[in-house]
């Protein structure tokens, strides 16, 4: 059954430092998402893609975040200065088709603490 | 605004009983779909149910069943017999239909069932 992938499961960074989330969709979808979840609490929307271009962000999402589809496959989530509040589990989603009810598959997600 | 209420942090439940988490939101929005996701504790999003606005009948999906009550603006989750397995965090999470490109999920806070033997 596809699935979706994301690259690295864990990642350890020193603030200040860039990262870059990896993540290849489903492979016949064509809207990407990211959410980030903070230890304990809700899960977030930051943005989504289509068409190779940002479709909407949330207000988390700033400067210092940007995302990329950089090939057929991968889609990124780069933070180019780490703060120590960027610590969380970010999940990567995508869906096949824009319906109301389509649903958004999940990546594992990647869990990322800033030292 | 938009926003989905899960107001158990946490639950037990006997195996094999039946267990309803509870799931409110508030949209103006007539069109909306509404969606239960399981978080076991490995971390990852496994999608369980829709339910869409307009859908005349409840969401069912093995022994998982949405309890869908528009003008109370609840979408209850119903887990019947419940499995060790089925412990995990449940989120409640909503779409709207902006016109956009892209349909964003808004989550709740999430209700941490525990199935005890």
């Known amino acids: 059954e596809p699935e979706v992938t994301q690259t690295p499961s864990h990642q350890v960074t020193q603030m200040g430092q860039e990262v870059i989330l990896r993540c290849v969709p489903i492979s016949n979808h064509l809207y990407f998402y990211w959410y980030r979840q903070i230890l304990g609490q809700k899960v977030e929307f930051l943005v989504s893609f289509y068409n190779n271009e940002i479709s909407e962000k949330s207000e988390i999402f700033d400067d210092q975040f940007s995302v990329e589809r950089p090939d057929g496959s991968n889609f990124t989530l780069k933070i180019r200065s780490t703060k120590l509040e960027d610590s969380a589990m970010y999940f990567c989603a995508s869906s096949g088709i824009r319906l109301l009810g389509e649903t958004q598959y999940f990546g594992p997600g990647t869990r990322l603490l800033v030292l | 605004a938009q926003k989905i209420t899960q107001t158990q942090p946490g639950m037990f439940v006997q195996e094999k009983e039946a267990v309803t988490l509870d799931c409110t939101y508030d949209t103006s929005d007539p069109s909306y779909g509404l969606f239960w996701y399981k978080q076991p504790s490995s971390g990852e999003m496994i999608f369980l149910i829709y339910?869409?606005?307009?859908?005349?009948q409840n969401a069912t999906e093995g022994r998982y069943s949405l309890n869908f009550q528009k003008a109370r603006k609840s979408a209850n989750l119903v887990i019947s017999a419940s499995q060790l397995g089925d412990s995990a965090m449940y989120f409640c999470a909503m779409t709207l239909n902006y016109g956009g490109a892209t349909n964003k999920l808004i989550f709740g806070t999430g209700t941490l069932l525990a199935v005890q033997p």
């Open positions: 339910q869409g606005s307009y859908d005349q």
